[in-house]
Protein backbone atom coordinates (compact mmCIF):
# COMPACT_ATOMS: atom_id res chain seq x y z
CA UNK A 1 0.00 0.00 0.00
CA UNK A 2 1.77 3.83 -0.92
CA UNK A 3 1.22 6.51 1.33
CA UNK A 4 1.34 9.01 -1.23
CA UNK A 5 1.77 9.54 -4.92
CA UNK A 6 4.81 11.20 -7.02
CA UNK A 7 3.75 12.84 -10.27
CA UNK A 8 6.00 12.25 -13.37
CA UNK A 9 7.84 14.97 -12.99
CA UNK A 10 8.74 13.62 -9.21
CA UNK A 11 6.81 16.29 -7.56
CA UNK A 12 4.80 15.11 -4.38
CA UNK A 13 1.06 15.95 -4.28
CA UNK A 14 0.64 19.37 -2.46
CA UNK A 15 -1.94 17.62 -0.14
CA UNK A 16 0.19 15.47 1.77
CA UNK A 17 2.63 17.83 3.48
CA UNK A 18 4.21 14.94 5.54
CA UNK A 19 4.82 12.98 2.52
CA UNK A 20 6.33 16.17 0.83
CA UNK A 21 8.80 17.33 3.44
CA UNK A 22 10.13 13.31 3.89
CA UNK A 23 10.66 13.38 -0.30
CA UNK A 24 12.14 17.01 -0.52
CA UNK A 25 14.63 16.80 2.31
CA UNK A 26 15.54 12.60 2.37
CA UNK A 27 14.75 12.10 -0.91
CA UNK A 28 12.42 9.31 1.08
CA UNK A 29 9.07 7.68 -1.34
CA UNK A 30 7.82 5.40 1.02
CA UNK A 31 6.92 6.41 4.96
CA UNK A 32 5.75 3.15 6.65
CA UNK A 33 2.75 2.53 8.29
CA UNK A 34 3.97 2.76 11.60
CA UNK A 35 6.31 5.90 10.80
CA UNK A 36 2.97 7.45 9.83
CA UNK A 37 1.19 6.59 12.82
CA UNK A 38 3.68 8.11 15.43
CA UNK A 39 4.19 11.34 12.75
CA UNK A 40 0.73 12.31 12.74
CA UNK A 41 0.21 11.68 17.01
CA UNK A 42 3.31 14.10 17.12
CA UNK A 43 1.98 16.70 14.36
CA UNK A 44 -2.14 16.17 15.72
CA UNK A 45 -1.07 16.57 19.55
CA UNK A 46 0.88 19.56 18.96
CA UNK A 47 -1.87 20.97 17.06
CA UNK A 48 -4.75 19.89 19.76
CA UNK A 49 -2.80 21.61 22.52
CA UNK A 50 -1.67 24.98 20.35
CA UNK A 51 -5.58 25.29 19.75
CA UNK A 52 -7.02 24.65 22.75
CA UNK A 53 -4.48 27.11 25.02
CA UNK A 54 -6.60 29.31 26.79
CA UNK A 55 -10.02 27.38 25.98
CA UNK A 56 -10.87 26.04 29.31
CA UNK A 57 -14.27 23.60 27.78
CA UNK A 58 -11.42 21.81 26.09
CA UNK A 59 -9.11 21.30 29.03
CA UNK A 60 -10.35 17.61 29.35
CA UNK A 61 -10.20 17.26 25.38
CA UNK A 62 -6.76 18.42 25.17
CA UNK A 63 -5.59 16.09 28.01
CA UNK A 64 -6.84 13.13 26.64
CA UNK A 65 -4.90 13.89 23.07
CA UNK A 66 -1.76 14.55 25.04
CA UNK A 67 -1.54 11.00 26.69
CA UNK A 68 -3.04 9.21 23.67
CA UNK A 69 -0.61 11.36 21.57
CA UNK A 70 1.71 13.43 22.85
CA UNK A 71 3.48 10.90 25.39
CA UNK A 72 4.60 8.68 23.89
CA UNK A 73 6.63 5.61 24.38
CA UNK A 74 7.65 4.18 20.42
CA UNK A 75 9.01 1.04 20.03
CA UNK A 76 10.35 0.35 16.19
CA UNK A 77 12.54 -2.18 15.20
CA UNK A 78 16.38 -1.25 14.83
CA UNK A 79 16.77 -0.19 11.18
CA UNK A 80 12.86 1.21 10.39
CA UNK A 81 13.47 4.43 10.48
CA UNK A 82 12.69 5.65 13.52
CA UNK A 83 14.52 9.02 12.97
CA UNK A 84 11.89 10.17 10.30
CA UNK A 85 9.33 10.15 12.98
CA UNK A 86 11.09 13.21 14.68
CA UNK A 87 13.04 14.69 12.01
CA UNK A 88 9.77 15.07 9.65
CA UNK A 89 7.66 16.55 12.28
CA UNK A 90 10.69 18.86 12.99
CA UNK A 91 10.38 20.57 9.22
CA UNK A 92 6.61 21.36 10.01
CA UNK A 93 6.73 22.36 13.48
CA UNK A 94 6.50 26.09 14.06
CA UNK A 95 9.44 26.09 16.98
CA UNK A 96 12.65 23.87 17.42
CA UNK A 97 12.62 19.95 18.31
CA UNK A 98 15.48 19.06 20.78
CA UNK A 99 16.60 15.20 21.10
CA UNK A 100 18.63 13.70 23.19
CA UNK A 101 20.99 10.93 22.44
CA UNK A 102 23.34 8.91 24.86
CA UNK A 103 26.19 9.59 23.06
CA UNK A 104 28.64 12.01 21.67
CA UNK A 105 29.34 9.84 18.94
CA UNK A 106 25.88 9.52 18.27
CA UNK A 107 25.34 13.18 18.22
CA UNK A 108 28.00 13.60 15.61
CA UNK A 109 26.85 11.25 13.25
CA UNK A 110 23.30 12.08 13.48
CA UNK A 111 24.01 15.91 13.00
CA UNK A 112 26.26 14.75 9.75
CA UNK A 113 22.61 12.88 8.20
CA UNK A 114 20.45 15.74 8.96
CA UNK A 115 22.43 18.77 7.52
CA UNK A 116 22.70 16.07 4.60
CA UNK A 117 18.91 16.52 4.64
CA UNK A 118 18.61 20.11 4.82
CA UNK A 119 18.05 20.14 8.29
CA UNK A 120 19.79 22.37 10.18
CA UNK A 121 20.92 21.56 13.75
CA UNK A 122 22.76 22.71 16.86
CA UNK A 123 24.74 21.12 19.12
CA UNK A 124 24.91 21.21 23.26
CA UNK A 125 27.19 19.21 24.86
CA UNK A 126 30.03 19.41 27.67
CA UNK A 127 32.79 21.42 27.75
CA UNK A 128 31.46 24.25 24.75
CA UNK A 129 32.62 27.84 25.68
CA UNK A 130 30.45 30.82 25.94
CA UNK A 131 30.94 31.97 22.16
CA UNK A 132 29.82 28.25 21.06
CA UNK A 133 26.21 28.04 23.27
CA UNK A 134 25.54 31.79 21.79
CA UNK A 135 26.29 30.73 18.24
CA UNK A 136 24.00 27.93 19.11
CA UNK A 137 20.88 29.89 20.02
CA UNK A 138 21.52 32.32 17.36
CA UNK A 139 21.11 29.88 14.64
CA UNK A 140 18.34 28.90 16.36
CA UNK A 141 16.48 32.53 16.50
CA UNK A 142 17.81 31.73 12.41
CA UNK A 143 15.43 29.32 11.83
CA UNK A 144 17.78 25.89 13.16
CA UNK A 145 14.90 23.34 13.43
CA UNK A 146 16.86 20.38 15.72
CA UNK A 147 18.72 20.83 19.13
CA UNK A 148 20.71 17.90 19.72
CA UNK A 149 21.65 17.41 23.49
CA UNK A 150 22.88 14.83 26.04
CA UNK A 151 21.10 13.61 29.37
CA UNK A 152 24.51 15.23 30.80
CA UNK A 153 24.62 18.69 29.70
CA UNK A 154 21.38 19.17 30.55
CA UNK A 155 21.95 18.83 34.13
CA UNK A 156 22.87 22.39 33.56
CA UNK A 157 20.11 24.56 35.16
CA UNK A 158 20.99 27.70 33.49
CA UNK A 159 21.32 26.33 30.17
CA UNK A 160 17.80 24.54 30.41
CA UNK A 161 16.37 28.18 31.31
CA UNK A 162 17.92 29.55 27.76
CA UNK A 163 16.55 26.71 26.37
CA UNK A 164 13.17 27.20 28.08
CA UNK A 165 12.66 30.22 26.20
CA UNK A 166 13.16 29.19 22.17
CA UNK A 167 9.94 27.53 22.35
CA UNK A 168 10.80 23.80 22.01
CA UNK A 169 7.74 21.99 20.31
CA UNK A 170 8.56 18.48 20.57
CA UNK A 171 10.99 16.66 22.73
CA UNK A 172 12.44 13.35 21.67
CA UNK A 173 14.50 11.11 23.77
CA UNK A 174 16.19 8.25 21.27
CA UNK A 175 17.43 5.08 22.84
CA UNK A 176 14.93 5.64 25.64
CA UNK A 177 15.93 1.89 27.04
CA UNK A 178 19.19 3.67 28.26
CA UNK A 179 16.69 5.27 30.72
CA UNK A 180 16.50 2.04 32.25
CA UNK A 181 19.27 0.22 31.71
CA UNK A 182 21.65 3.28 32.51
CA UNK A 183 20.10 5.65 34.58
CA UNK A 184 20.36 3.36 37.42
CA UNK A 185 23.69 2.34 37.34
CA UNK A 186 26.51 4.80 35.58
CA UNK A 187 24.55 7.19 33.99
CA UNK A 188 22.71 9.05 37.10
CA UNK A 189 22.48 12.18 34.80
CA UNK A 190 19.50 9.94 32.64
CA UNK A 191 17.06 9.94 36.30
CA UNK A 192 17.06 13.80 35.97
CA UNK A 193 15.33 13.98 32.65
CA UNK A 194 12.11 13.84 34.08
CA UNK A 195 12.70 16.87 36.04
CA UNK A 196 14.19 18.65 32.72
CA UNK A 197 11.12 17.62 30.79
CA UNK A 198 9.23 19.10 33.65
CA UNK A 199 10.78 22.34 33.50
CA UNK A 200 10.80 22.82 29.58
CA UNK A 201 7.22 21.87 29.70
CA UNK A 202 7.35 21.01 25.29
CA UNK A 203 3.96 20.42 24.07
CA UNK A 204 4.91 16.92 23.23
CA UNK A 205 7.45 14.18 23.87
CA UNK A 206 8.43 11.10 22.32
CA UNK A 207 10.67 8.50 23.90
CA UNK A 208 11.87 6.18 21.04
CA UNK A 209 13.63 2.57 21.42
CA UNK A 210 14.19 -0.15 19.11
CA UNK A 211 13.42 -3.14 22.22
CA UNK A 212 12.78 -2.90 25.69
CA UNK A 213 10.48 -5.43 27.83
CA UNK A 214 7.39 -4.77 30.06
CA UNK A 215 9.59 -3.77 33.17
CA UNK A 216 12.08 -1.53 31.27
CA UNK A 217 9.44 0.18 29.73
CA UNK A 218 7.73 0.66 33.32
CA UNK A 219 10.80 1.87 34.26
CA UNK A 220 11.20 4.60 31.18
CA UNK A 221 7.30 5.43 31.79
CA UNK A 222 7.85 6.55 35.48
CA UNK A 223 11.13 8.37 34.88
CA UNK A 224 9.94 10.41 32.27
CA UNK A 225 6.13 10.58 32.15
CA UNK A 226 5.10 10.21 35.70
CA UNK A 227 4.38 6.70 34.59
CA UNK A 228 1.75 7.66 32.43
CA UNK A 229 2.73 7.20 28.63
CA UNK A 230 0.81 5.69 25.53
CA UNK A 231 3.53 2.89 23.68
CA UNK A 232 3.01 2.62 20.18
CA UNK A 233 5.16 -1.07 19.34
CA UNK A 234 5.46 -2.04 16.02
CA UNK A 235 6.33 -5.96 15.65
CA UNK A 236 9.16 -6.67 17.57
CA UNK A 237 10.54 -9.14 14.97
CA UNK A 238 13.23 -8.32 12.35
CA UNK A 239 12.31 -11.22 9.89
CA UNK A 240 15.76 -10.75 7.94
CA UNK A 241 17.58 -11.62 11.26
CA UNK A 242 18.14 -15.28 11.50
CA UNK A 243 19.89 -16.18 15.11
CA UNK A 244 22.36 -18.62 15.70
CA UNK A 245 24.12 -20.00 18.76
CA UNK A 246 27.17 -21.87 17.92
CA UNK A 247 28.87 -23.93 21.19
CA UNK A 248 32.41 -23.09 22.18
CA UNK A 249 34.53 -23.42 25.40
CA UNK A 250 37.56 -21.02 23.31
CA UNK A 251 35.36 -18.40 21.81
CA UNK A 252 37.89 -16.33 20.15
CA UNK A 253 39.10 -19.18 18.37
CA UNK A 254 35.31 -20.13 16.88
CA UNK A 255 35.16 -16.13 15.55
CA UNK A 256 38.20 -16.84 13.74
CA UNK A 257 36.38 -19.42 11.81
CA UNK A 258 33.50 -17.73 11.41
CA UNK A 259 35.43 -14.85 10.10
CA UNK A 260 36.23 -17.14 7.46
CA UNK A 261 33.04 -18.56 6.64
CA UNK A 262 30.30 -16.33 7.20
CA UNK A 263 29.51 -13.35 4.99
CA UNK A 264 30.96 -9.79 5.70
CA UNK A 265 31.09 -6.89 6.90
CA UNK A 266 31.14 -8.43 9.98
CA UNK A 267 30.40 -7.06 13.71
CA UNK A 268 32.25 -9.22 16.75
CA UNK A 269 30.68 -7.55 19.60
CA UNK A 270 33.21 -8.18 22.69
CA UNK A 271 32.84 -7.75 26.23
CA UNK A 272 36.01 -6.02 27.33
CA UNK A 273 37.96 -3.18 25.38
CA UNK A 274 41.16 -6.02 26.00
CA UNK A 275 38.82 -8.68 24.13
CA UNK A 276 38.19 -5.94 21.61
CA UNK A 277 41.94 -5.69 20.73
CA UNK A 278 43.06 -9.13 20.98
CA UNK A 279 40.58 -10.22 18.63
CA UNK A 280 41.29 -8.20 16.22
CA UNK A 281 44.69 -8.96 15.96
CA UNK A 282 44.02 -12.26 15.64
CA UNK A 283 42.10 -11.71 13.40
CA UNK A 284 44.75 -9.62 11.28
CA UNK A 285 47.23 -12.38 11.81
CA UNK A 286 44.98 -14.68 9.83
CA UNK A 287 43.66 -12.94 7.25
CA UNK A 288 46.35 -9.91 6.18
CA UNK A 289 46.80 -6.26 7.97
CA UNK A 290 43.35 -3.78 7.60
CA UNK A 291 41.01 -7.19 7.90
CA UNK A 292 40.04 -5.91 11.29
CA UNK A 293 39.36 -2.83 13.42
CA UNK A 294 38.92 -2.37 16.81
CA UNK A 295 36.29 0.19 18.25
CA UNK A 296 35.61 0.96 22.62
CA UNK A 297 34.59 3.70 25.04
CA UNK A 298 38.89 3.92 25.38
CA UNK A 299 39.73 5.42 22.11
CA UNK A 300 39.94 9.08 21.38
CA UNK A 301 37.22 10.75 19.18
CA UNK A 302 40.12 10.87 16.53
CA UNK A 303 40.60 7.63 16.55
CA UNK A 304 36.86 6.70 16.94
CA UNK A 305 36.11 8.65 13.49
CA UNK A 306 38.94 6.77 11.84
CA UNK A 307 38.07 3.63 12.61
CA UNK A 308 34.36 4.38 11.87
CA UNK A 309 34.75 6.08 8.67
CA UNK A 310 36.99 2.74 7.93
CA UNK A 311 33.80 0.53 8.29
CA UNK A 312 31.27 2.54 7.20
CA UNK A 313 33.17 2.31 3.48
CA UNK A 314 34.68 -1.03 3.98
CA UNK A 315 32.42 -4.19 2.17
CA UNK A 316 34.47 -6.85 3.61
CA UNK A 317 35.89 -5.74 7.14
CA UNK A 318 35.12 -6.72 10.23
CA UNK A 319 34.88 -4.81 13.31
CA UNK A 320 35.74 -5.74 17.20
CA UNK A 321 33.64 -3.74 19.10
CA UNK A 322 32.40 -3.27 22.56
CA UNK A 323 28.64 -1.83 23.38
CA UNK A 324 29.96 1.53 22.35
CA UNK A 325 29.56 1.20 19.08
CA UNK A 326 26.77 1.02 17.02
CA UNK A 327 23.84 2.43 18.76
CA UNK A 328 21.94 4.10 16.12
CA UNK A 329 24.98 4.09 13.15
CA UNK A 330 23.81 3.90 9.96
CA UNK A 331 25.67 1.15 8.25
CA UNK A 332 23.25 -0.67 6.22
CA UNK A 333 24.75 -3.77 4.98
CA UNK A 334 26.51 -5.68 7.80
CA UNK A 335 26.19 -9.55 6.87
CA UNK A 336 27.03 -10.65 10.02
CA UNK A 337 27.03 -10.00 13.77
CA UNK A 338 29.09 -12.18 16.23
CA UNK A 339 28.39 -12.05 20.07
CA UNK A 340 31.58 -13.12 21.79
CA UNK A 341 29.99 -12.83 25.20
CA UNK A 342 26.08 -13.30 25.86
CA UNK A 343 24.48 -9.14 26.38
CA UNK A 344 23.23 -8.18 29.59
CA UNK A 345 18.94 -8.52 28.56
CA UNK A 346 17.10 -9.78 25.32
CA UNK A 347 16.64 -5.78 24.86
CA UNK A 348 20.57 -5.16 24.70
CA UNK A 349 20.99 -8.56 22.14
CA UNK A 350 18.32 -7.67 20.20
CA UNK A 351 19.83 -4.11 19.70
CA UNK A 352 22.88 -5.58 19.02
CA UNK A 353 22.32 -7.79 16.62
CA UNK A 354 19.50 -5.38 14.99
CA UNK A 355 23.01 -3.85 13.36
CA UNK A 356 22.76 -6.56 10.97
CA UNK A 357 20.14 -6.52 7.71
CA UNK A 358 19.62 -2.47 7.92
CA UNK A 359 19.22 -2.22 4.45
CA UNK A 360 16.55 -5.56 4.04
CA UNK A 361 19.38 -8.08 3.27
CA UNK A 362 19.15 -11.64 5.36
CA UNK A 363 21.88 -11.19 8.42
CA UNK A 364 22.69 -13.42 10.57
CA UNK A 365 23.55 -13.26 14.34
CA UNK A 366 25.49 -16.00 16.03
CA UNK A 367 25.96 -16.21 19.72
CA UNK A 368 29.18 -17.59 21.38
CA UNK A 369 28.05 -19.88 23.99
CA UNK A 370 30.25 -22.05 26.53
CA UNK A 371 30.29 -24.15 29.73
CA UNK A 372 30.83 -21.08 31.25
CA UNK A 373 28.51 -19.14 30.30
CA UNK A 374 25.73 -21.59 30.97
CA UNK A 375 27.38 -22.00 34.75
CA UNK A 376 27.13 -18.12 35.21
CA UNK A 377 23.92 -17.83 33.69
CA UNK A 378 22.14 -20.38 36.41
CA UNK A 379 22.35 -18.61 39.01
CA UNK A 380 19.70 -16.27 37.90
CA UNK A 381 16.16 -17.02 38.79
CA UNK A 382 14.07 -18.98 35.64
CA UNK A 383 11.74 -16.31 34.04
CA UNK A 384 13.87 -13.12 35.45
CA UNK A 385 15.44 -11.25 32.54
CA UNK A 386 18.62 -11.81 33.26
CA UNK A 387 18.55 -15.63 32.77
CA UNK A 388 16.89 -14.58 29.24
CA UNK A 389 19.70 -15.35 27.49
CA UNK A 390 20.47 -18.56 28.79
CA UNK A 391 17.30 -19.57 27.71
CA UNK A 392 17.73 -18.53 24.00
CA UNK A 393 21.33 -20.08 24.08
CA UNK A 394 19.68 -23.73 25.06
CA UNK A 395 16.12 -23.85 24.45
CA UNK A 396 14.99 -26.61 21.93
CA UNK A 397 12.21 -24.78 20.29
CA UNK A 398 12.01 -21.84 18.55
CA UNK A 399 15.04 -19.01 19.29
CA UNK A 400 13.08 -15.95 17.69
CA UNK A 401 9.95 -16.85 20.15
CA UNK A 402 11.99 -16.89 22.90
CA UNK A 403 13.58 -13.25 22.56
CA UNK A 404 9.67 -12.16 21.86
CA UNK A 405 8.41 -13.21 24.65
CA UNK A 406 11.19 -11.72 26.93
CA UNK A 407 9.85 -8.37 25.60
CA UNK A 408 6.21 -9.17 25.60
CA UNK A 409 5.98 -9.40 21.96
CA UNK A 410 3.16 -10.94 19.80
CA UNK A 411 3.34 -14.89 18.51
CA UNK A 412 5.86 -15.33 15.62
CA UNK A 413 6.15 -17.66 12.49
CA UNK A 414 9.67 -18.06 13.10
CA UNK A 415 12.13 -16.87 9.46
CA UNK A 416 15.25 -18.14 10.73
CA UNK A 417 16.72 -19.68 13.19
CA UNK A 418 19.13 -22.89 13.32
CA UNK A 419 16.63 -24.90 15.39
CA UNK A 420 13.77 -24.24 13.00
CA UNK A 421 16.08 -25.01 10.14
CA UNK A 422 16.84 -27.82 11.46
CA UNK A 423 20.81 -26.82 11.11
CA UNK A 424 23.29 -29.79 12.42
CA UNK A 425 26.38 -28.18 13.67
CA UNK A 426 29.87 -30.32 14.27
CA UNK A 427 31.16 -31.03 17.14
CA UNK A 428 32.18 -27.53 19.16
CA UNK A 429 35.97 -27.90 20.68
CA UNK A 430 34.46 -29.33 24.20
CA UNK A 431 32.27 -31.51 22.56
CA UNK A 432 34.96 -32.84 20.74
CA UNK A 433 36.96 -33.52 24.26
CA UNK A 434 34.20 -34.85 26.32
CA UNK A 435 33.40 -37.21 23.95
CA UNK A 436 37.20 -38.41 23.71
CA UNK A 437 36.91 -38.87 27.59
CA UNK A 438 33.92 -40.62 27.63
CA UNK A 439 34.76 -43.14 25.07
CA UNK A 440 38.13 -43.88 26.79
CA UNK A 441 37.12 -44.00 30.39
CA UNK A 442 40.50 -43.47 32.47
CA UNK A 443 42.68 -43.21 29.29
CA UNK A 444 43.89 -39.98 29.51
CA UNK A 445 45.45 -37.50 32.31
CA UNK A 446 44.81 -34.19 31.81
CA UNK A 447 48.04 -33.41 29.99
CA UNK A 448 47.82 -36.62 27.72
CA UNK A 449 44.14 -35.00 26.84
CA UNK A 450 45.61 -31.68 26.03
CA UNK A 451 47.82 -33.12 23.77
CA UNK A 452 45.07 -35.06 21.47
CA UNK A 453 42.62 -32.03 21.73
CA UNK A 454 45.47 -29.86 20.77
CA UNK A 455 46.50 -31.90 17.72
CA UNK A 456 42.27 -32.78 16.19
CA UNK A 457 41.80 -29.03 16.64
CA UNK A 458 45.08 -27.81 14.67
CA UNK A 459 43.31 -30.22 12.18
CA UNK A 460 40.36 -29.28 11.94
CA UNK A 461 42.03 -25.35 11.56
CA UNK A 462 44.02 -26.13 8.75
CA UNK A 463 41.54 -27.74 7.06
CA UNK A 464 39.39 -24.07 7.04
CA UNK A 465 41.97 -21.75 7.72
CA UNK A 466 44.69 -23.40 6.18
CA UNK A 467 46.83 -22.73 9.46
CA UNK A 468 46.84 -23.95 13.25
CA UNK A 469 45.65 -21.66 15.24
CA UNK A 470 44.74 -23.75 18.38
CA UNK A 471 47.17 -23.31 21.20
CA UNK A 472 47.80 -26.07 24.52
CA UNK A 473 46.54 -23.01 26.66
CA UNK A 474 42.94 -23.57 24.51
CA UNK A 475 43.02 -27.15 25.47
CA UNK A 476 43.62 -26.48 28.65
CA UNK A 477 40.05 -23.86 29.06
CA UNK A 478 38.13 -26.03 27.64
CA UNK A 479 38.86 -29.17 29.74
CA UNK A 480 38.84 -27.08 32.72
CA UNK A 481 35.48 -25.99 31.76
CA UNK A 482 34.06 -29.49 31.26
CA UNK A 483 35.84 -30.27 35.16
CA UNK A 484 34.27 -27.16 36.45
CA UNK A 485 30.33 -27.41 35.24
CA UNK A 486 30.60 -31.03 36.68
CA UNK A 487 30.75 -33.29 33.26
CA UNK A 488 34.24 -34.51 34.03
CA UNK A 489 36.28 -35.95 36.72
CA UNK A 490 39.97 -36.62 37.64
CA UNK A 491 40.20 -40.05 39.06
CA UNK A 492 41.52 -39.56 42.66
CA UNK A 493 42.00 -43.61 43.37
CA UNK A 494 42.67 -46.79 41.52
CA UNK A 495 43.33 -44.83 37.92
CA UNK A 496 44.62 -42.15 39.71
CA UNK A 497 44.58 -39.02 37.65
CA UNK A 498 42.75 -39.82 34.54
CA UNK A 499 39.60 -38.54 33.35
CA UNK A 500 36.01 -39.61 33.08
CA UNK A 501 32.81 -38.27 32.26
CA UNK A 502 30.75 -38.25 35.45
CA UNK A 503 27.07 -38.71 35.41
CA UNK A 504 24.97 -37.81 38.12
CA UNK A 505 23.50 -40.10 40.39
CA UNK A 506 26.46 -42.65 40.25
CA UNK A 507 29.36 -42.94 42.78
CA UNK A 508 32.40 -41.31 41.87
CA UNK A 509 34.37 -44.05 42.11
CA UNK A 510 35.44 -45.98 38.86
Not at 8 to 33: C, H, M, Q, T, W
Not at 102 to 110: G, I, R, Y
Not at 179 to 194: A, I, T
Not at 329 to 340: A, E, G, N, Q, S
Request: glycine letters at 6%.
Amino acid sequence: MENFRIDADNSIYEDDPVAKAAFDNFGIRYLFPWQRMVIANIMESYDSIRKNVGNLQATEQAADDVFCKGRQIVLLPTGAGKSLCFQVPALLLDGPTMVIYPLLALMTDQQRRMEEGSLRSVTFRGGQSQEERAENFRKLKEGAKIILANPEVLQSKSLVQQLKEVGICHLAIDEAHCVSEWGDSFRPSYLGLGEVIKELNPPVITAFTATASPPVLARVAEILFDGQAHVVRSESDRPNIHYFVRKAAVKKKEALMLAKTELRPMIIFCGTRGKCEDMARELNFCYGKGTAQYYHAGLEKEEKEVVEKWFYKSKDGILCATCAYGMGVDKKDIKTVVHLEPSATAEAYIQEAGRGGRDGSIAKAILLWSLKDSLDYSVYKPGSRESVLRDFAETTTCRRQVLLDALGAEQAACSGCDICQGIKYDLCDWELAFKMIKGNRNFYSKEELHEELYIRMNARSRKTLGLNTWEHKDSVETLEQLIKVGKVRVDKFLWRKKLYAYKKGASSNP
